[in-house]
């Protein structure tokens, strides 16, 4: 599974407390043994010393894209003969940062190393979140025409 460090907390509406992740997402930490078992939630102290440590994110592991992100640029359109060979093979996006593959006309593949992994034939019309940090790649499927814009994660 995808982890990523806490980076802070809030509680919701009915008191309980949500993790705020470095992926923009947010994840309930509630302690409730046997099935929830967070008992360092219970205490500020306890809250306070896991500010940086790793939490599991099913999200990222689906590549749902969060709401805390705004677009900061944007590359050219590229085809499968402009492609740069880096994003051929296996790469990642950086910290805090998650990609969008936006396909304009033919078939993209893209696989990411997600638990599971995601493997996706990404048609004209198409977009594809690509989580922060997740080992992916793009293969074009004959004649593709395709973008990538990349988010910053705001908190």
């Not at 599974?1 to 949500?18: E, K, L």
């Not at 740069?84 to 396909?103: D, E, F, K």
């Amino acid at each position: 599974m995808v982890q990523r460090a806490i980076t802070g907390y809030h509680q919701d509406d009915v008191a309980d407390w949500v993790a705020e992740l470095a992926c923009g997402h947010n994840q309930h930490v509630r302690h409730r043994p046997p099935f929830q078992e967070y008992p360092w939630v219970t205490t500020a102290e306890g809250r306070t010393e896991r500010v940086g440590r790793p939490l599991d994110c099913p999200l990222c592991d689906r590549a749902e894209m969060p709401d805390a992100v705004r677009p900061v640029r944007t590359t050219d359109i590229w085809d499968q003969d402009s492609l740069p060979a880096g994003l051929r093979r296996a790469h990642r996006v950086a910290a805090s940062t998650w990609g969008r593959i936006i396909v304009h006309e033919g078939v993209l593949r893209f696989a990411a190393g997600t638990d599971p992994p995601i493997e996706a034939d990404l048609v004209a019309g198409a977009s594809q979140p690509i989580p922060p940090e997740v080992e992916h790649q793009v293969t074009p499927l004959g004649d593709v025409r395709f973008q990538i814009e990349f988010l910053k994660v705001e908190r």
